[in-house]
């Protein structure tokens, strides 16, 4: 049975729980965004975070918004590539978000951990940290299973206690900024060198849009929540980015001394330790936020591949909340494997691995035009003409943040080589699958779904 038509029996996410989920699954917060100032300052600061999505995050929205609402189906961008596409490049896709995850789900529980320590070090001491990074993958693989709705409910409540010490900060920094005369002129010495940087970082915290569409059978009227989602989760990254920095900037922080892990300082130093302490909580419910969501976007890739023949059938098992059980289960054991590695994550690697699958749905996006224009499209991003023009200026951001990170390392060779050989690694896989299922297609063996 195709996946676009099988039906869902479990409670599916609405509006507000997708917005939510969207949101973790690209921010968790302004936490990661104290960099871009050492190298860009406020001014500069600020106008990459409002300028970015605009160029970057609402191109992807536009596409996403017409791919979704025109194939709903579990496995999102991998499904729209491999009919636009084909069966080689719809498995390249999968590949490159499946790798990439391996540097994106290993440092949430991480950091989790990190927050925890600095609120009750006796807690992380030792052999502790490894103990709370598997209970961690547990309570979210358990979370899962329950279903998407559950886990879009989560994102809702954690995004509010998430967000409330920051506005609380926010308040005390205007008010600081008012009673003291602090000039928004603040000095920008800080920025101009690391311009590269500032920008690289910023990319890295506006991506992964595409992961809300894994899950499209299990949203309620996806032709009409998915375009809406999209367009709300950036105004609200955009707002929880730009406003706790412009705060900053009035309360007049230097810009130099604002680095990561600054907001709980920040706190400290205008409201007093116990806002320090309920940012540096709330850190604890952003890494879990984005986990847990993650967690659900990324496990319908290899359902979706084996309900297509492309991995074994019994990563498509599903429990009676129709949840991908055996797949959850899988990745979880294989993340909390790659959380006990010591290398470094590289926001290069990230950002190349999911470009090169960003561009796979472009391409996508201008194929299924072509060859399918009768295709019923909810959503429509614009004419053919605009559809192909769409995914140019990503494409160049993209190249850019390769050109920034050549001199960067990664298991002693070029991060752009390690990265290209990650990725190299899609084709040797797709190869081993067809043999599999040629295999599996002889006299007494399981017939082998076809392409």
Not at 145 to 150: E, I, W
Not at 274 to 286: D, H, K, P, R, Y
Request: glycine letters at 12%; charged letters at 10%; hydrophobic letters at 55%.
């Amino acid at each position: 049975m195709a996946l676009s038509s099988r039906p869902f029996r479990g409670r599916k996410l609405t509006l507000l729980p997708l917005v939510m989920a969207t949101y973790f699954m690209v921010s968790g917060g302004p936490y990661g965004i104290e960099d871009i100032l050492g190298g860009a300052g406020f001014a500069g600061g600020l106008l990459i975070l409002i300028l970015l999505p605009l160029v970057w995050s609402l191109p992807t929205a536009l596409m996403i918004g017409e791919l979704a609402s025109a194939i709903p189906a579990d496995g999102g961008f991998y499904v729209w590539v491999r009919r636009g596409l084909g069966p080689f490049w719809g498995f390249q896709e999968a590949w490159l978000s499946l790798t990439a995850s391996i540097f994106d789900m290993a440092i949430y529980p991480a950091l989790f951990v990190l927050y925890l320590g600095k609120l009750a070090p006796a807690l992380t001491a030792g052999h502790r940290a490894e103990l709370w990074i598997v209970a961690i993958i547990g309570i979210c693989a358990l979370w899962n299973l329950l279903g998407a709705r559950p886990v879009g409910d989560g994102a809702t409540w954690m995004f509010g206690l998430l967000l409330a010490p920051f506005a609380v900060l926010c308040g005390y920094a205007v008010m600081h900024g008012m009673e003291h005369g602090a000039s928004l002129a603040v000095a920008e010495h800080c920025g101009g060198a690391g311009m590269g940087t500032a920008i690289l970082v910023a990319l890295w915290n506006y991506m992964g849009w595409d992961n809300a569409s894994t899950v499209a059978q299990e949203v309620e009227r996806p032709q009409r929540n998915y375009p809406r989602a999209m367009v709300w989760a950036i105004v609200l990254v955009t707002a929880t980015y730009a406003i706790p920095l412009a705060a900053m900037r009035m309360a007049g922080v230097n810009c130099t001394d604002f680095q990561t892990g600054a907001w709980a300082d920040a706190a400290t130093h205008l409201a007093g330790r116990w806002l320090g302490v309920a940012i540096v909580a709330s850190g604890t419910l952003s890494a879990i936020g984005m986990f847990n969501v993650l967690m659900l976007s990324y496990t319908r890739l290899p359902y979706a591949m084996a309900e297509d023949g492309m991995l074994p059938r019994v990563l498509a098992r599903r429990n009676r909340r129709d949840v991908p059980w055996m797949a959850v289960l899988v990745c979880a054991v294989g993340w909390a494997w790659a959380a006990q590695m010591s290398f470094e994550r590289l926001l290069s690697i990230d950002i190349i691995l999911y470009g090169g699958s960003l561009m796979l749905e472009f391409a996508a996006l201008v194929a299924l035009r072509l060859r399918e224009p009768h295709l019923e499209r909810p959503f429509r991003a614009g004419s053919l003409a605009f559809a192909v023009l769409l995914g140019v200026v990503p494409a160049g951001l993209i190249v850019f943040a390769g050109y920034l990170s050549r001199g960067e390392q990664m298991a002693g060779m070029p991060a752009l080589l390690f990265a290209a050989l990650l990725a190299g690694g899609g084709p040797v896989a797709y190869l081993m699958s067809r043999w599999g299922r040629r295999w599996a297609a002889q006299p007494g063996v399981l017939p082998a779904a076809q392409d």
